[in-house]
């Protein structure tokens, strides 16, 4: 990616890696977990730690170096995906010592130190998403980064799930089991650290408009 020129190139550059990646680890499973498929959840801190382990340098330039010159047609697909994914992961890389420090404070005495979660970190969030059809909810950690809009939330996880009518879909902010939509601009980690230094707990939710859940009150995402 660094000996590239072209910004393209270096996002096919990426895509190759992440591809490696995931093929690597479905290699290692054994012969009776054919089946097993690696989940963002668990992809997530692998490529982390395969960040630390290649010594790229430079990562945060060649991010911005994409992100700045690619249109952003070419950017809503599984490039988007994973172009949000590395910059998520630079920015808990730089952030880490600080997010660590901010966590041990809040532990209760008694307790031992606690690494944070990925869901924990920002530069990744975890969101609900109904199966309507399963009757059941799921939370995925996926990457959003800080500054991140509403609007391109929707629109990466709706690729990540292949939902095929993104219209119909939006992201809610959950607070003591009452929910409402988030507005195209509104960014889903400022409203989260505004919440969480006024001592409330909050949940975001990507599910279909017009849909109605019965939200815990004491519903959060970390």
């Not at 006024?198 to 599910?207: D, G, I, S, V, W």
Request: glycine share 6%; aromatic share 10%; proline share 6%.
């Amino acid at each position: 990616m660094q000996t590239a020129y072209s910004p393209l190139k270096k996002l096919e550059n990426l895509l190759g890696a992440t591809a490696s990646i995931y093929n690597a680890i479905q290699d290692s499973f054994t012969d009776d977990s054919d089946n097993q498929v690696l989940a963002a959840d668990d992809f997530l801190p692998i490529f982390i730690y395969t960040l630390v382990q290649c010594g790229v340098v430079s990562a945060e330039i060649e991010c911005e170096y994409i992100w700045g010159l690619l249109h952003p047609s070419l950017l809503t697909g599984e490039g988007g995906y994973y172009l949000t994914t590395l910059s998520s992961a630079i920015h808990v890389l730089k952030n880490f010592q600080d997010t660590y420090e901010a966590a041990t404070l809040k532990r209760p005495i008694n307790k031992e130190p606690r690494l944070p979660c990925i869901g924990d970190l920002e530069g990744f969030m975890k969101i609900i998403i109904p199966d309507e059809g399963q009757e059941s909810i799921m939370t995925k950690t996926l990457p959003v980064r800080p500054n991140m809009p509403a609007k391109e939330v929707c629109s990466m996880i709706a690729h990540k799930f292949k939902i095929t009518n993104p219209q119909d879909y939006g992201l809610f902010i959950v607070i003591q089991g009452s929910e409402k939509k988030l507005n195209d601009n509104d960014c889903p980690h400022n409203m989260k650290a505004d919440l969480q230094n006024r001592k409330q707990m909050c949940a975001f939710a990507f599910k279909r408009k017009g849909t109605h859940f019965a939200w815990p009150k004491s519903l959060s995402c970390g």
